[in-house]
């Protein structure tokens, strides 16, 4: 049984271009969250896609966008990189509420130069 | 505001050492959670607690709801057990939103 996927696994692209970090649930699970975890910070929450809708999101700006298919897989684009986007990026699946359970992805590392 | 503080930052220890690292939050929740981090950046769940006490292993995770503090213990810590620890609470109300704290971390030395 697969638990979360997530890919590319690294990336590098240039100041003001647009970037596309995919996710694929483990599978039985619902809902994604991303998360952003600058070098040595714990993760920020940026959003959670649910039902194909985001259901919550956090204190990042509209450059930050995703989607959610029908699949349950989801999608984190984030629009106009700056060098402050460097990060690793987590996917966290879940069924509904996280007190069922949640795993995460092993990330994807995205440097900006 | 961090709605989660972790300490200490940093831990280095000989092998065999009793460990302890402490979380104390600010928001009231619905459970916390202690999670593993190795170099590689994939996240492991150790324990989520709600109450009282979990043990799993050489791992035990702790929480006092009155005080909002948390504390992961590690005994007869091993060198396999370096990683950068994080607390984490999901708030209540708020449905799934985990706050992370910055993290732990560890290095047991042979």
């Known amino acids: 049984d697969a638990g979360v996927t997530q890919s590319p696994t690294h990336l590098i692209k240039t100041r003001g271009q647009q970037v596309t970090l995919r996710c694929s649930p483990k599978?039985?699970?619902?809902?994604v969250s991303w998360y952003q975890q600058a070098l040595g910070q714990g993760p920020q929450f940026i959003f959670q896609?649910?039902?194909?809708?985001?259901?919550q999101r956090g204190n990042f700006p509209d450059r930050f966008s995703g989607h959610q298919f029908p699949n349950y897989s989801s999608e984190l684009n984030v629009n106009a990189l700056l060098l402050g986007d460097s990060a690793l990026y987590l996917c966290?699946?879940?069924?509904?509420?996280?007190?069922?359970?949640?795993?995460f992805g092993s990330g994807t590392r995205l440097t900006v130069v | 505001k961090n709605e989660v503080e972790q300490s200490p930052q940093n831990l280095t220890a000989q092998e065999g050492e009793f460990i302890t690292i402490n979380c104390s939050y600010s928001?009231?929740?619905?459970?916390l959670h202690w999670l593993q981090q190795h170099p590689g950046g994939g996240i492991v769940s150790l324990f989520m607690?709600?109450?009282g006490k979990k043990k799993h292993g050489r791992l035990i995770a702790t929480i006092n709801i009155q005080e909002k503090h948390s504390s992961l213990h590690i005994t007869a810590s091993h060198p396999r057990d370096s990683a950068v620890y994080i607390c984490?609470?999901?708030?209540?109300?708020?449905?799934?939103?985990?706050?992370f704290g910055t993290g732990t971390s560890l290095t047991v030395i042979p």
């Open positions: 966290a699946s879940s069924w509904g509420s996280i007190y069922s359970g949640y795993t």
């Open positions: 599978s039985g699970h619902d809902t």
């Open positions: 896609y649910y039902e194909e809708e985001e259901r």
């Open positions: 928001v009231g929740i619905s459970a």
């Open positions: 607690l709600s109450s």
């Open positions: 984490a609470v999901s708030e209540r109300g708020t449905g799934n939103q985990f706050y």
